[in-house]
């Protein structure tokens, strides 16, 4: 059963890209939160995802939101995809799709891929925005600008 707008957002933890561990009460229910599931490290439309957010990464914080990329990548990949677009937010693995399963993330294209989504999830931790697309870079500016209304 997929998440939907006006729930919660279920517990979950996972490793990051330098091997520590995550819990995700240490940001959902504290601040705003953008949470984007992606398909897989250093594929074109990924990367440029992520650079995306790493470029207005600092009008996230300013808002004081926190952005989490989520894929079922390594740790080991993570940790090198993050080294080479110097990306400054968390970027966790989920290889065994415990938390895309959680969120009820479906695979994209045939079910060929994994499904590319983002969550803007206000402070009290709960859903404010469901986006989902292909388009990888569509999804930042949908997401900061749902952060803006929440906080502003």
């Known amino acids: 059963m997929a998440l939907k707008v006006g729930d919660k957002v279920p517990v979950f933890s996972a490793k990051d890209s330098n091997e520590n561990d995550f819990n995700s009460t240490s940001v959902v229910g504290i601040k705003p939160v ?3 599931f992606y398909p897989k490290d ?3 439309g990924c990367s440029a995802q992520a650079c995306s957010f790493r470029d207005q990464y600092e009008d996230f914080k300013d808002l004081g939101a926190e952005v989490l990329g989520i894929s079922s990548d390594s740790i080991a990949s993570h940790k090198k995809f993050a080294k080479q677009y110097k990306l400054p937010f968390i970027l966790l693995s ?3 799709k415990k938390i895309r399963n959680l969120f009820g993330v ?3 294209l045939f079910g060929l891929i994994p499904g590319r989504v983002t969550y803007v999830v206000d402070k009290e931790g709960v859903i404010q925005m ?4 292909v388009m990888a870079t569509s999804h930042i500016p949908r997401a900061l600008e749902k952060v803006k209304k929440i906080v502003l």
């Open 34 to 36: 953008v949470i984007y």
């Open 42 to 44: 250093n594929t074109p």
């Open 94 to 96: 989920d290889n065994d």
């Open 106 to 108: 479906k695979p994209g």
């Open 130 to 133: 469901i986006f989902d697309s």
